[in-house]
């Protein structure tokens, strides 16, 4: 699950900040088209195998709301490079959080200082060392202590998520490394904070397979979480007129996946994604696999 780099060199924050994606919108036809090649994607359900490689399957074990919430936070900030790789980091912390009362009850007990000891001794993913794990869950926790629950950091609107890691950010402990910070990009630096738009795709959303948890906030102002399968497959449905996979980028595909299903244009992320994540598609024109993919109709590969 490659996340997106960050700006384009050249582009000032402020200029990226108060620029919407200006995208050509896709005309009638092309709506007709994309919708006949998509729609038939999402409707042919979410495979267990997708399932099975996907972040989300760490937050679907928890049935609580708050453990949901911090799952899903924990689960998406670790969600860069393959599952395979993250996936036992995960699966070995939520274990101990598990321990604790569940991932809400062990965010809250670190961010009061309750936890002796080293609880995620040997826990480690790429640059987030053991103790920036701990400052993850801790950060978690004092949202939760301060706001009661993580749906009420991201108001309604479509600055949610601007806002929602306005307000994590000042959660971070005072001595938060370098990795740790880096966990909460911001849309106004130009990243596509792949990570966080999943995680309210994640919480928003009630079609398969995500939550629903956070009916306050609309499907339709949700970003598309535009990792390295995403941009591409956007560029093969002439979907993005942006090279640099960044928070234009991401806008700029989500108002033409908006332009086929204005209510939910996130409906598609999950099986373009898994197109990419599964080798379904290769990224590339392919003899073997091209012939055989829905999408090959309408593919510019
Ligand atoms: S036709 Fe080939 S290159 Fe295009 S999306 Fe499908 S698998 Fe990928």
Redesign the pocket.
Known sequence: MGEAPGPVAGESAASRASQRATSAAPTAAQVVSLRALLDPLVEAGVSPADLANDPIRFVRRYGKAPDQEVAGAVSACLAFGRVSLFGPVLTASFAVADAHGGPAAFALALARGEVPGRPLTGLYYRWLKEADLVALFATFGRALAEHGSLAAIFPPGADSLAHGIDALRRCLPPDASRALRASFPHPRDGSACKRWCMFLRWMVRTGAPDLGLWSHLQPADLVIPLDTHVFR?AG?LGLRTRRAPDWRAAEEITAGLRALHPPDPLRYDFALAH?GISG???G???EV??PA?P??PG?R?
């Open positions: 497959v093969f197109l379904r598609c290769r590339h024109r392919d696999v091209c993919c999408l090959a593919c590969a």
